[in-house]
């Protein structure tokens, strides 16, 4: 199993920048695929990046391509979103996500392991 931690939310101004970190327990980081999601008040949990074991794959939602950008460190057991040119509509709890095999990875229940969350607020 692994363990994730969050980190890096916090209010941001529109047209501002955050990055998020989601730290991992263990010595096998390198074998789960990862992903971020998001859950604003009153909607459902969105996909919005994922990236493949090695990171030569990625994937966004189509309301993130051009402003977000997935990625990981291997060697640090740690998995990166930076979050550019942020929008009011950013503003959610942002959740990292892992697991070792994934058939689609826009698809919350294909992960397994979750971390506890972190707030992004964008202010308007």
């Known amino acids: 199993q692994v363990q994730l931690v969050e980190s890096g939310g916090g209010l941001v101004q529109a047209g501002g920048s955050l990055r998020l970190s989601c730290a991992a327990s263990g010595r096998t980081f390198s074998t789960y695929f990862m992903g971020w999601f998001r859950q604003a008040p009153g909607k459902e949990r969105e996909f919005v990046a994922g990236?493949?074991?090695?990171?030569?794959?990625?994937y966004y939602a189509d309301s993130v391509k051009g402003r977000f950008t997935i990625s990981r460190d291997n060697a640090k057991n740690t998995m990166y979103l930076q979050m550019n040119s942020l929008k009011p509509q950013d503003t959610a709890v942002y959740y990292c996500?892992?697991?070792?095999?994934?058939?689609?990875?826009?698809?919350?229940?294909?992960?397994?392991?979750w971390g506890q969350g972190s707030q992004v607020t964008v202010s308007s």
């Open positions: 996500a892992a697991d070792q095999w994934i058939a689609d990875p826009r698809v919350s229940h294909e992960y397994d392991y």
């Open positions: 990236i493949s074991q090695s990171g030569l794959s990625k």
